[in-house]
């Protein structure tokens, strides 16, 4: 495993990357979610990479983990900049082309727009969690979190994975809970989407419902191939509460890819 940073947009991001131990595999990209970092996934990227011998990247995006501190309150569009403007700029930064994107929460959502750019080529999309919309439960849920991260030791729990732990967590919490934000949609990048999509939901995710990856299958018709698991006994980290359903799938997909 190489460990390093990278500049990119004028901000310094920490990386993994597990090299490839099979041949023409594509190169799987993590994009974790909304309090993530390399760290918080945990062992699972390299259990992923050892089952589908892909190379496999993960990094911090700007304000999480190792990466730069966060300095300035993010806005609606963070999550389109991210996928349109700065994903880019990271692959061609790692010299990777054509990946398969494997996203979370927010990152499943950063996946899906940028797939939803026309200038950019994924092989596909893993989307664990998605948001393409804003629900109710979401907010809830987001409400009782910043409730746990102000009475409780979740901030001594979380800064073991960022730098500054109260900058990244309100900088997540605030824009999810400012009214503006209650009208974001990225239904319109879905129709736009080429390649193949395996979207995951848990049944009993507590951040959003299986609307969300309906709404995938319904319209992401460009698409050559959408695949629906929806998981019992699973919560909102799918790769954390099926870990062996997940890997297994994400297997099953990247070698539909290779075959294709």
Same mark, same amino acid.
């Given at each position: 495993m190489?460990?390093?940073?990278?500049?990119?947009?004028?901000?310094?991001?920490?990386?993994?990357?597990?090299?490839?131990?099979?041949?023409?595999?594509?190169?799987?990209?993590?994009?974790?979610?909304?309090?993530?970092?390399?760290?918080?996934?945990?062992?699972?990227?390299?259990?992923?990479?050892?089952?589908?011998?892909?190379?496999?990247?993960?990094?911090?995006?700007?304000?999480?983990?190792?990466?730069?501190?966060?300095?300035?309150?993010?806005?609606?569009?963070?999550?389109?900049?991210?996928?349109?403007?700065?994903?880019?700029?990271?692959?061609?930064a790692?010299?990777?082309?054509?990946p398969?994107?494997?996203?979370? #929460?927010?990152?499943a959502?950063?996946? *899906? /727009?940028?797939?939803? @750019?026309? !200038?950019?080529? =994924?092989?596909?999309?893993?989307?664990?969690?998605?948001?393409?919309?804003?629900?109710?439960?979401?907010?809830?849920?987001?409400?009782?979190?910043?409730?746990?991260?102000?009475?409780?030791?979740?901030?001594?729990?979380?800064?073991?994975?960022?730098?500054?732990v109260?900058?990244?967590?309100?900088?997540?919490?605030?824009?999810?809970?400012?009214?503006?934000?209650?009208?974001?949609?990225?239904?319109?990048?879905?129709?736009?989407?080429t390649?193949?999509?395996?979207?995951?939901?848990?049944?009993?995710?507590?951040?959003?419902?299986?609307?969300?990856?309906?709404?995938?299958?319904?319209?992401? #018709?460009?698409?050559?191939?959408?695949? *629906? /698991?929806?998981?019992? @006994?699973? !919560?909102?980290? =799918?790769?954390?509460?099926?870990?062996?359903?997940?890997?297994?799938s994400?297997?099953?997909?990247?070698?539909?890819?290779?075959?294709?």
């Amino acid at each position: 495993m190489h460990s390093g940073m990278v500049q990119v947009g004028g901000h310094t991001l920490e990386y993994q990357l597990i090299p490839a131990h099979q041949i023409n595999r594509p190169t799987l990209v993590l994009l974790h979610e909304g309090l993530g970092s390399v760290a918080m996934w945990r062992d699972f990227p390299a259990r992923l990479a050892a089952a589908t011998g892909c190379r496999t990247l993960v990094y911090s995006r700007y304000g999480y983990g190792q990466s730069d501190i966060l300095q300035e309150a993010f806005t609606p569009d963070f999550m389109h900049r991210e996928g349109r403007e700065v994903l880019p700029e990271l692959l061609a930064a790692l010299d990777i082309e054509s990946p398969v994107l494997v996203g979370h #929460s927010d990152g499943a959502s950063i996946a *899906l /727009l940028h797939a939803g @750019d026309r !200038r950019n080529t =994924p092989a596909g999309l893993v989307v664990m969690a998605p948001h393409c919309f804003v629900e109710d439960i979401s907010i809830s849920s987001i409400e009782a979190a910043r409730q746990a991260f102000e009475t409780t030791d979740l901030p001594a729990k979380l800064a073991k994975y960022h730098r500054d732990v109260s900058r990244t967590f309100y900088g997540w919490n605030n824009i999810w809970l400012h009214p503006d934000f209650r009208a974001w949609n990225i239904e319109d990048c879905l129709a736009l989407i080429t390649c193949p999509i395996l979207a995951i939901q848990g049944m009993d995710d507590e951040y959003g419902t299986m609307a969300q990856i309906e709404a995938i299958a319904a319209q992401a #018709s460009a698409s050559p191939d959408v695949e *629906l /698991l929806k998981l019992a @006994d699973c !919560r909102h980290s =799918p790769h954390r509460d099926q870990t062996i359903a997940v890997i297994e799938s994400i297997g099953r997909f990247t070698e539909k890819i290779e075959a294709a």
